[in-house]
T-cell receptor
């Protein structure tokens, strides 16, 4: 079974508008971490935001926020005031399980975001 | 500035060749990973290592091997390259435990002809 599901292969958003990228996850471990990465066309993976399973508040980093709904097992990324430079692939990832194997991350298939001027 | 460095950005190899992809990190991270990235499939784990000389298979280890003789270096080896191994290869490292994420290298785009 997929641990991370991203159901939107491609998304378009108008510049300066907000956009939500969906991510659902599957784990039975009570302790886990959720991450979002951005991959521009140049190929490097850029860390955006992190949410721990025990965190009471939704994570925010500048224009990025993570809408964490634990009961629904969803961790959607919200980008506010989109900019042309936000056009990229976005990957949701999860780390679960303590111990050395818990250092492995599971990635979704990604969402390609295009910001339209 | 902490870094994960992959030795080649682009690589073209012939079918049947032995290929080495090198990854070096300067952050004293215990854990290192090799992923391949293909359109529509996301990132798939090939192998990872949680200590020197230790390795664990990921989801798609077939056709690959790895070597970790020193903490800072993790090599991915394609014993006999095939065209279906044409892909983007990403190396990453991470400290054990804690909330820290991966630090990625800039990737190696390998084409096998």
């Amino acid at each position: 079974a997929q641990k991370i599901t991203q159901t939107q292969p491609g998304m378009f958003v108008q510049e300066k508008e907000a956009v939500t990228l969906d991510c659902t996850y599957d784990t039975s471990d009570p302790s886990y971490g959720l991450f979002w990465y951005k991959q521009p066309s140049s190929g490097e993976m850029i860390f955006l935001i992190y949410q721990g399973s025990y965190d009471q508040q939704n994570a925010t980093e500048g224009r990025y926020s993570l809408n964490f709904q634990k009961a629904r097992k969803s961790a959607n990324l919200v980008i506010s005031a989109s900019q042309l430079g936000d056009s990229a692939m976005y990957f949701c990832a999860m780390r679960d399980s303590p111990g050395y194997t818990g250092n492995q991350f599971y990635f979704g298939t990604g969402t390609s975001l295009t910001v339209i001027p | 500035d902490v870094k994960v460095t992959q030795s080649s950005r682009y690589l073209v190899k012939r079918t049947g060749e032995k290929v080495f992809l090198e990854c070096v990190q300067d952050m004293d991270h215990e854990n290192m990973f090799w992923y391949r990235q293909d359109p529509g499939l996301g990132l798939r784990l090939i192998y990872f290592s949680y200590d020197v000389k230790m390795k664990e298979k990921g989801d798609i280890p077939e056709g690959y091997s790895v070597s970790r003789e020193k903490k800072e270096r993790f090599s991915l080896i394609l014993e006999s390259a095939s065209t279906n191994q044409t892909s983007m290869y990403l190396c990453a490292s991470r400290l054990t435990g804690g909330a820290g994420g991966y630090t990625f290298g800039s990737g190696t785009r390998l084409t096998v002809v």
